[in-house]
């Protein structure tokens, strides 16, 4: 059983909107969860991330005011609103999960890891 599944990726026109949402067991209630994306021949990069009650968020300056990183514990989902596209956002998106919050920005502190969605944004 995969323990987070990524959905919502998709082409998208620059300047539009494009919601990504990930599911994960009821494990990941208590854990730190996060946005990364990797775009072809780049290495993975953080993009946001979320502490398991909601109260801190953390966002990479390149997506900052475009992107909201949100949970629902209640429904085991954490979604990335993302907003004012531009084609330097296309990548494969991945969803993932620590405790804590050392290194968060950091892939390697990162125990589980979604499969990915793809995001397109054409110009």
């Known amino acids: 059983q995969v323990p987070l599944v990524e959905s919502g990726g998709g082409l998208v026109q620059a300047g539009g909107p494009l919601r990504l949402s990930c599911a994960a067991s009821?494990?990941?209630?208590?854990?730190?969860m996060a946005w990364f994306r990797q775009a072809p021949g780049k290495e993975r990069e953080f993009v946001a991330a979320?502490?398991?009650?909601?109260?801190?968020?953390y966002y990479a300056d390149s997506i900052k005011g475009r992107f909201t990183i949100s949970r629902d514990n209640a429904k085991n989902t954490v979604s990335l609103q993302m907003n004012s596209l531009k084609p330097e956002d296309t990548a494969v998106y991945y969803c993932?999960?620590?405790?804590?919050?050392?290194?968060?920005?950091?892939?390697?502190?990162?125990?589980?890891w979604g499969q990915g969605t793809q995001v397109t944004v054409s110009s």
């Open positions: 009821s494990t990941f209630t208590r854990w730190t």
């Open positions: 993932a999960a620590k405790i804590g919050t050392l290194d968060i920005r950091k892939t390697t502190s990162y125990v589980y």
């Open positions: 979320i502490t398991w009650g909601g109260g801190e968020t």
